[in-house]
């Protein structure tokens, strides 16, 4: 379906020029001595540069659809389009003072039928992330049947039609968003693909949005597509869509190299996220990373692991030979749809590698149960099933330009806003220009040179820049403040202080990081920024530095966690906001160290996805809802014998606790609790049997942060 969508840039001088850009343009102007115009210019190709993808947060709108909004109360009636582009940056402007970081919404749409892009194909945070918690639903989610809990802004679109409450869409504007649904629907990537819900706003939450848009906000209205349900085929779900964290390592192997398809079972509920088995591996087992290069959920859906190249964990000794696909789910839950997919996948695998690999299961390679009767016996019988075709199958080599982690016109934004010269054409075509590029900015943020922007590439920029979340995102710590600091240590010849990032001070910041002892990588991330600041005997970030999120959001996000005294949200970074912030950083599990990095930022958003529970030691509905969501029994708050029986058989899957499953909740199997608990977030618990209030506080800060 043509469609178009006017980019981010047609409105992006008109946010520059309001009071929120003059704010953003306030620390180049002083910090770093630019002139205003200067500083309104960067930031302006900030505001217009792609939204990027929220680091740590599931994106999945495949499980939704879209929700549709409105701008508010009283009236909106733009006789021009400069006029709505003035909206569209206002609503922009409105989003920055409520410290969400960029624009909120996915798409905009006036009432002349323009499509203006927000933060398009990535995931938004306008759909109630804090709407109410409901019988089924813990807060911020929604029914969806079928499919069941859906995060509002994990699982859907937002479009908003730019009319207030006055006001009636015009015929435009909603021929125009039915276009748009249709196009989110059908015509992008099937791993982005909107469901097939349309909802308002008000659906679930606690608001009169989308105002007169309500009753078109529905299924079989004008404003549905009605578009048939699309041919299958089996997608691969990047690691950035279901909130991955980065690798601790990775090691490649050459397909050339593989000879095996190995089947598992996760053996856990088949609602157990990808995201939980990986916190299992790395934080449970001490793993670099989840142990299969890809798992499959019932719906069919692929999901990246360690991906087509790296050495995976899940068959020792054929780790390298095979690749490991894990089922999501126990024996006999893998659906038709599922087993397709597996089969599809064997088949991409066959394509790479250029030869037939053999199908087998973990069972026959190891001494083990895994993958249960029925998908040993399906591989057996040789994978039988229809022939789907597999979308993104093909390996992320060098020239591909296919990575699951960043679009290809991504990857050549991030190119040109590191420096390279000449500036690449972000046209999304991945030729040799763009290889040249992305192996110029491997070599610049410390990585191998492949070309291939992959996991680790991504997380090695993600630290090199400071964040991963679109607009508003600022430096680490400048290039200019890097130079100010080796000068400061006594670096000669005494670097010039320019804001260029060259030789001269990639030499000077290598001889920082050796004098400060860290690893000497030219890159200045967040080790070299905990270690300059301890050096310097600074507290927190100073001189030059700027934060991931800004002050006043660092306060709102403590106080929201529950942090008492509540600090008083003054954008001023004091001892009491220092301590607010390592504070909610202990809470989320990450170095509680005050600064607000890329590894806070990721596991907060992780935290804000989560169960949301007060961590207050009790064992109340609550508590039980959330942990019979993860043992996989029906959340309804009662504790009773299979909730206990489905515990055990939890703590078994994964603490090989070796319990008898009865249903008795002894010393036994409280114990196996404790030390679970211990693994999984170094709780520190006595292993002494008794299920009290410490044991309670533990299990709920696990299951916050899904490591239970």
């Known amino acids: 379906m043509a469609i178009d969508i006017r980019p981010r840039s047609t409105w992006a001088d008109r946010a520059a020029a309001s009071p929120s850009g003059h704010v953003l343009a306030l620390p180049l102007i002083h910090g770093e001595g630019l002139d205003g115009t200067t500083a309104l210019r960067i930031v302006r190709d900030q505001i217009a540069a792609p939204a990027q993808p929220a680091q740590g947060r599931e994106w999945a709108p495949w499980k939704g659809g879209v929700f549709i909004h409105h701008m508010g109360s009283m009236s909106f009636s733009p006789n021009s389009e400069a006029e ?138 004008v404003i549905d597509p009605g578009r048939p349900a699309p041919s299958p085929v089996v997608s691969i779900v990047p690691r950035v869509a279901w909130g991955a964290r980065p690798p601790r390592g990775e090691s490649s192997v050459p397909l050339s190299q593989r000879t095996g398809f190995a089947v598992h079972y996760s053996a856990g509920p088949a609602t157990q996220s990808v995201r939980s088995i990986q916190n299992y591996h790395m934080d449970g087992r001490n793993w670099p990373d989840i142990g299969y290069n890809f798992l499959v959920d019932r719906f069919g859906r692929v999901y990246e692991g360690r991906g087509w190249l790296s050495i995976g964990a899940h068959a020792t000794g054929y780790n390298t030979t095979h690749i490991g696909v894990c089922f999501i789910g126990s024996n006999g839950d893998a659906t038709p749809a599922a087993k397709n997919a597996i089969r599809a996948l064997y088949y991409a695998a066959n394509h790479n590698a250029g030869r037939t690999l053999q199908a087998t299961y973990h069972g026959a390679i190891g001494s083990t149960a895994c993958p249960g009767a029925d998908l ?77 922007w992959g996991p680790l590439t991504e997380a090695a920029y993600v630290a090199h820049i400071g964040g991963g979340t679109g607009g508003g995102l600022t430096l680490y710590r ?198 679970h608990l211990n693994k999984m977030i170094r709780a520190g618990l006595p292993l002494d049997g008794s299920w009290g209030p410490a044991t309670n506080r533990a299990l709920q800060t696990a299951l916050n942060l899904e490591k239970f």
């Open 84 to 221: 709505c582009i003035e909206g569209v940056a206002d609503v922009w402007g409105q989003h920055m003072r409520k410290d969400y970081g960029d624009i909120a919404y996915n798409f905009l749409v006036c009432p002349h039928g323009k499509i203006y892009e927000g933060r398009g194909l990535v995931r938004g945070e306008a759909n109630g992330g804090d709407a109410p918690a409901t019988s089924r639903t813990k807060q911020g989610e929604i029914w969806v049947n079928g499919t069941g809990a859906v995060g509002r802004n994990a699982g859907f679109y937002s479009i908003l039609g730019m009319i207030k409450s006055w006001d009636q869409p015009t015929q435009a504007m909603l021929n125009s968003i039915k276009n748009l649904i249709g196009y989110l629907q059908g015509d992008v990537s099937s791993h982005i693909r909107a469901g097939a819900n349309i909802f308002p706003h008000s659906h679930g939450d606690n608001t009169e949005c989308p105002g007169n848009l309500t009753p078109y906000a529905k299924l079989g209205s």
């Open 376 to 452: 040993r016996n399906w591989v057996i019988s040789g994978l039988a099933g229809d022939n789907v075709p597999i979308e993104g199958g093909g390996p992320p080599g060098a020239g591909a330009g296919v990575t699951h982690v960043r679009s290809v016109s991504a990857q050549q934004h991030a190119v040109n806003l590191l420096g390279h010269t000449p500036l690449l054409v972000v046209d999304g075509s991945f030729g040799p220009a763009t290889l040249a590029g992305v192996r110029w900015l491997q070599r610049k943020v410390g990585v191998e040179a492949d070309g291939n």
């Open 478 to 675: 400048s290039v200019k403040a890097q130079q100010r600091a080796a000068n400061a240590l006594g670096y000669t010849p005494a670097l010039v202080v320019d804001g260029s990032f060259g030789p001269a001070t990639t030499a000077g910041v290598r001889w920082l990081q050796t004098k400060i002892g860290v690893e000497a990588d030219g890159n200045w991330g967040p080790a070299t920024e905990k270690a300059y600041l301890a050096h310097t005997g600074q507290g927190s970030s100073s001189g030059g530095i700027s934060t991931i999120r800004s002050v006043s959001y660092q306060q709102n996000a403590v106080n929201g966690l529950g942090y008492t005294p509540a600090l008083v949200v003054d954008g001023a970074f004091g001892p009491l906001t220092l301590a607010g912030v390592r504070w909610l950083q202990t809470k989320i599990g990450v170095d509680a160290d005050g600064n607000w990095g890329p590894n806070t930022e990721a596991a907060y958003g992780r935290w804000s996805d989560g169960e949301r529970l007060v961590v207050d030691g009790s064992f109340g509905p609550a508590t039980i809802s959330a942990t019979q969501r993860a043992i996989g029994v029906v959340p309804d708050g009662v504790w009773g014998p299979e909730s206990k029986r489905a515990l055990q058989r939890h703590l078994n899957t994964w603490s090989d606790a070796g319990l008898v499953v009865d249903g008795a909740i002894g010393p036994g199997t409280v114990k196996a609790l404790q030390n």
